[in-house]
């Protein structure tokens, strides 16, 4: 069973900076890639961005390009993102999001599965 389970989530200032990190347990192959949703309130959920194995960016929406920085541990199985000069449309719950084949999900051959996080709340305050 493949989890992923973020963290840094939570209440931050409007032009301050959120730091969010997302690590993988279980058995699986390594990720294809890995990155990071977001979904406002009322809105549909988004990419915000994600790197392939070899560290290829996949940029998502508009609004926060130019403020982030994501950088993925394929050792460790992790992701992190740091948005910075948060504005309060920043606010929403962000997903850690991974592609690829856990081990018993290759068992069944269901191959390049998603995977996703329970989400942690990002509020920013004006």
């Known amino acids: 069973q493949v989890q992923l389970v973020e963290s840094g989530g939570g209440l931050v200032q409007a032009g301050g900076s959120l730091n969010l990190s997302c690590v993988a347990s279980?058995?699986?192959?390594?990720?294809?890639?890995m990155g990071w949703y977001r979904q406002a309130p009322g809105k549909q959920r988004e990419l915000v961005a994600s790197?392939?194995?070899?560290?290829?960016?996949?940029d998502g929406a508009d609004s926060v390009r130019g403020r982030l920085t994501i950088s993925r541990d394929n050792a460790k199985n992790t992701v992190q993102l740091q948005l910075d000069s948060l504005k309060p449309e920043d606010t929403a719950v962000y997903y850690c999001?991974?592609?690829?084949?856990?081990?018993?999900?290759?068992?069944?051959?269901?191959?390049?599965?998603?995977?996703w996080g329970r989400g942690t709340q990002v509020t920013v305050s004006s």
């Open positions: 999001y991974a592609k690829g084949t856990g081990d018993a999900d290759y068992v069944v051959g269901r191959f390049g599965n998603d995977y």
């Open positions: 790197l392939d194995f070899d560290g290829r960016r996949t």
């Open positions: 279980g058995s699986f192959f390594a990720f294809n890639v």
